[in-house]
């Protein structure tokens, strides 16, 4: 299965730290996450949809996995994002690169 043929099912759900916006973030959390789920470049990323919500509690996890509404292990995503041509290592980093970037895009604003 190509990325492109990716049901749109599997969801990414990804909860962001306040304390990665500075010492203010938690007046910001709310604003940055709207700001991340209109960008461009998860829209365009179509081998997900994707959810931004702050990370209210530390025993929320960063990164969370879905098909449909059945949470997936993290082995499970693995096993996913393998079969259609991915690394859950590389996807990961990427992400999380991608948001170091957006932080400072969205101060830049």
């Known amino acids: 299965m190509s990325t ?3 049901p749109h099912s599997f969801t990414v759900i990804c909860r962001i730290e306040p304390g990665c916006l500075g010492p203010e973030g938690h ?3 709310d604003d940055f996450c709207d700001f991340l789920k209109n960008n461009v470049a998860f829209k365009e990323h179509n081998i997900a949809q994707w959810e931004f919500l702050p ?3 530390i ?3 960063e ?4 098909i449909v509404d059945k949470n997936l292990s993290h082995s499970m ?3 996913y994002l393998s079969a259609i041509d991915n690394n859950i290592d590389k996807f990961e980093d990427d992400l999380n690169n991608k948001l170091v970037t957006l932080v400072e895009e969205y ?3």
Do not use: G, L, N, T
């Not at 990164?63 to 879905?66: A, C, E, G, R, S």
């Open 4 to 6: 492109s043929e990716v």
């Open 27 to 29: 007046s910001h959390i």
């Open 55 to 57: 990370r209210d509690s």
């Open 59 to 61: 025993s929320a996890p």
């Open 63 to 66: 990164i969370q996995y879905k």
């Open 77 to 79: 995503a693995e096993r």
């Open 107 to 109: 101060f830049d604003r």
